[in-house]
C-alpha cells in the first residue's frame, strides 16, 4: 500500500487528517511517532557538510527540525494554501521569528488595534527594545492603515477575526493597501483557524498561528507556526535585505535567490529559529497533530454553540451588548457575511449591567465554565479582564483596549448547549 500525495484537489477534512503524514519507513507505525532525539546521524563527512551548507533538507539538530514537528508543519502549511511553513515553541515566538526576519532595527509596521492583549503588548512595548516601532490602525476603516504607513514600513498585521472583541476587518482592502505599499501583510488566522477562513485566499503574504488554541483544541500544548504564500517578490523594492543580500552566515547564500518561494521560511527557520532557538517540542506537535484531526468537527460545533450562546446573551435583560461578528448587531457583520461563511468561531466579549462588580460575580458564580486565562478549548472558558489579565492598565486603558470593567470574555466549547446556557444563567442571576 503507498499513501496518496495528499494535494490540495481532497477535502479539508481529508488533509486534516492525512496531509504531510505517511506510516513510518520503519515500523509501519501509521500514527506519527514522537521523534524525542536532539540529533540525527549524518551518511558521511559531505553529507553532514551539505546539511549545513543548506543544499540538503534533511535533519541536524531539533531546534532547527525535527522529523514530528514537519509533519506538523507541512500539515499546516496544506491546511492553509500555503507554500511552506515553520513551528515555533509559542504563538508569540512565531510572531517573534515572522518579524525578525522582516525588520531592521528603526523599521516601522501597522498593525490592527484589535488584536489579541499579548500581541499587543509584544509589539508596542517589547519591540520597541530592538527598535521595533509599531503603530496600530482601525481593521473596519482600511484607510488608517494606509494614513500610517512610513517609510519604513514593513508590513502591516491584523488578526483574521479578532481576540475578544470577534472584529473582522476589511482584509481584501488592507491586502491591496499592503500591495500598493510593497509589503507583505501578515494575519493571525488563530481564532479562525484554517478551517474558518484562508487568509493567502484573500492576499496574505504570511499567516501566523498560535497552535496553543483551537489547533490544538484541548489545552494541553503550546505551539505556533508560521505559514508562507510563497507570492510575495521580496525583490520588488529594496526594503527586505535580510531576503535579497549575502548572509555571511551561510557564504554568502542569498534566500530569496536560492530558495525562492520558501526563502522566508527558510530564512526564518535557518537564521531566526537557529540563533533565538524557541523551538516546538515533538511532543506538543504530535498533541496538536492529535488535535487538527478532529478539527472540522470541533468547529462546527464550537460555532453552532457560539451562535446560540450569543444570540441568546443579547436577549438576556442582565446583559448590555455583546461582540460578536456573527450577530446582526455586529459592526463586523458584513464582513462575516463575506469571509467567514462557516462562522466566524467561538471567542466573543460582553457587557454585564452592573459594570466590575457584577464581571466578578459572574466569573465566580460559573461552575461548569472555567474561569481562566486561555480560549479554543473543547471545554467552555470565561474570563473578566478588568480583574485579572487587564488589571494593570487604569480604566481609559482597558476601555481602549476593549477591556472595560464591565466586559467579561467567553470561549464557547463543544459541551451541550443547553448546560453552557443553563450555566451561564444560574451565574447571572447571581449578578
Ligand atoms: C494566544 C494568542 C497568541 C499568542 O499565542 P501563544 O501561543 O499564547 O504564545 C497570538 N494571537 C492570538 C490571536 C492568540 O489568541
Known amino acids: 500500500m503507498t499513501d496518496p500525495k495528499i494535494t490540495q484537489d481532497f477535502g479539508f477534512a481529508t488533509r486534516a487528517i492525512h496531509a504531510g503524514a505517511a506510516p513510518d519507513a520503519a515500523t509501519g507505525a501509521r500514527n506519527t511517532p514522537i521523534h524525542h532525539s536532539t540529533s540525527y546521524v549524518f551518511d558521511d563527512a559531505e553529507h553532514a557538510a551539505s546539511l549545513f551548507n543548506l543544499q540538503t533538507f534533511g535533519f541536524i539538530y531539533s531546534r532547527l527540525t525535527n522529523p514530528t514537528v514537519a509533519v506538523l508543519e507541512e500539515r499546516i502549511a496544506n491546511l492553509e494554501g500555503g507554500r511552506a511553513a515553520c513551528a515555533a515553541g509559542s504563538g508569540h515566538a512565531a510572531q517573534f521569528l515572522v518579524f525578525f526576519t522582516l525588520l531592521e532595527p528603526g523599521d516601522h509596521f501597522v498593525a490592527s488595534r484589535n488584536l489579541y492583549g499579548g500581541s499587543i503588548t509584544q509589539f508596542g512595548t517589547s519591540f520597541k527594545k530592538l527598535g521595533w516601532h509599531c503603530d496600530f490602525a482601525d481593521p473596519l476603516d482600511p484607510e488608517t492603515f494606509r494614513a500610517a504607513i512610513k517609510e519604513t514600513s514593513k508590513a502591516i498585521f491584523i488578526e483574521s477575526v479578532s481576540n475578544p472583541s470577534s472584529v473582522i476587518g476589511d482584509i481584501d482592502a488592507i491586502a491591496s493597501i499592503a500591495q500598493e505599499a510593497g509589503i507583505p501583510l501578515i ?207 487604569t480604566e481609559k486603558q482597558q476601555i481602549a483596549a476593549g477591556a472595560g470593567p464591565d466586559v467579561v470574555r467567553i470561549s464557547v466549547g463543544i459541551e451541550t448547549v443547553s448546560d453552557i446556557i443553563a450555566d451561564l444563567e444560574q451565574a447571572l442571576s447571581k449578578t
Not at 311 to 329: C, K, M, Q
Not at 330 to 351: A, D, E, L, M, W
Open 187 to 393: 494575519v493571525d488566522n488563530t481564532m479562525a483557524t484554517p478551517y474558518l477562513f484562508n487568509p493567502i485566499k484573500y492576499g496574505a503574504d504570511i499567516v501566523t498561528h498560535s497552535t496553543t488554541k483551537y489547533l490544538n483544541g484541548h489545552g494541553n500544548s503550546m505551539g505556533g507556526v508560521i505559514v508562507e504564500a510563497g507570492k510575495f517578490d521580496w525583490a520588488q523594492n529594496d526594503k527586505f535585505p535580510s531576503m535579497t543580500s549575502p548572509d555571511d552566515a551561510y557564504h554568502g547564500l542569498t534566500f530569496y535567490e536560492t530558495f525562492g518561494d520558501f526563502g522566508f521560511t527558510m530564512r526564518a527557520r535557518a537564521v531566526a529559529l537557529r540563533d533565538f532557538g524557541p523551538a516546538l517540542s515533538p511532543t506538543n506537535a504530535f498533541m496538536t497533530l492529535t488535535g487538527i484531526e478532529t478539527l472540522p468537527l470541533r468547529m462546527d460545533r464550537h460555532v453552532a454553540n457560539a451562535e446560540a450562546v450569543a444570540t441568546w446573551l443579547e436577549d438576556h435583560p442582565a446583559i448590555a451588548w455583546v461582540s460578536y461578528a456573527g450577530l446582526r448587531s455586529s459592526p463586523s457583520f458584513k464582513h462575516k457575511n463575506k469571509y467567514f461563511r462557516q462562522g466566524c468561531g467561538s471567542v466573543f466579549t460582553f457587557g454585564v449591567k452592573g459594570g466590575f462588580d457584577a464581571g466578578i460575580r459572574l466569573v465566580e458564580g460559573c461552575t461548569l465554565l472555567s474561569h481562566l486565562a486561555n480560549v479554543g478549548d473543547t471545554r467552555s472558558l470565561i474570563l473578566h479582564p478588568a480583574s485579572t489579565t487587564h488589571r494593570q492598565l
